[in-house]
């Protein structure tokens, strides 16, 4: 602010050095200008959102699971919400309080055979589009670059 007021700077100029446009630049030193290092704070700060869900009804839609629906599911809680109680949330939201008052737990992990991965010297497959198939040896796969690769399937009929 010192430099653009000595005149050694553009308002473009100072604003690019702030990573801001000259635009934003004027605002900010108007703000300043008015109301010092407390007119550049972020004026949202401390403010509650207007579209805040009040602390009441997150009280009821938790009594409502406690009470009629425990044990279900969030997605079928959530359309129970929506359809007989007239609440107009969105299923994350409803998700994030429901796992915040430890009534709903996160999902298991998949299974190991959804996370599998190559072994060094097993034999491997590309699959193609067509039912065709070769077998190779991982060394082979470096001429093929960017590939789909399973193991070889182990059922008689293929």
């Known amino acids: 602010m010192s430099r653009w007021n000595g ?3 553009s308002m473009m100029e100072a604003g690019e050095l702030l990573g801001m446009s ?3 630049f004027r605002r900010y030193r108007e703000r300043y200008e008015e109301a010092g290092e407390a007119g550049l704070l972020d004026r949202r700060l401390g403010k509650l959102s207007t579209r805040r869900v009040p602390a009441e009804a997150i009280e009821e839609m938790l009594e409502l699971y406690r009470h009629r629906y425990l044990g279900w599911n969030v997605k079928h809680f959530h359309e129970h919400l929506l359809r007989d109680h007239d609440f107009s949330w ?3 939201f409803i998700k ?3 796992h915040a008052a430890g009534l709903v737990g996160r999902a298991r992990r998949r ?3 959804r996370r599998k991965e190559a072994v060094r010297g097993e034999p491997l497959q590309i699959r193609r589009t067509s039912r065709s198939s070769r077998t190779l040896h991982e060394t082979d796969l470096r001429a093929f670059g960017t590939c789909v690769v399973s193991r070889p399937s182990t059922h008689p009929a293929l």
């Open 90 to 92: 969105g299923y994350p």
């Open 22 to 24: 000259e635009r934003k």
């Open 111 to 113: 299974g190991a055979h």
């Open 96 to 98: 994030t309080q429901l």
């Open 7 to 9: 005149g050694d700077l």
